[in-house]
């Protein structure tokens, strides 16, 4: 896990430098600590074995929802040609 580094100190000296009160550059400080912490948390990112494991399903469920199309399609075609030929049939007579 990557981790981020923060000069604690330095930033509460440069605040300091520009007429920040030490108490209040001190809680500057930790709040901005913990804003980086929280922003570089990388425990909810997702692994490349995540993405795997998600793609496989994805083209999973594609595959299913092409045979449903084919299976639907492959249904209307003969039910056309079962209407055009009763009605050639009709037609006929």
Do not use: C
């Amino acid at each position: 896990m990557a981790t981020m580094t923060f000069d604690t100190h330095k930033f509460i000296k440069t605040l300091e430098a520009s007429g920040i009160p030490e108490k209040q550059a001190e809680a500057l400080a930790m709040a901005q600590q913990e804003s980086l912490q929280a922003a570089f948390d990388y425990r909810d990112l997702a692994t490349k074995g995540d993405v795997k494991e998600s793609e496989l399903r994805l083209d999973a469920r594609l595959a299913e929802a092409k045979a449903e199309i084919i299976k639907w399609v492959v249904g209307l075609i003969f039910m056309q040609t079962g209407v055009i030929v009763a009605l050639m049939l009709r037609l006929a007579k």
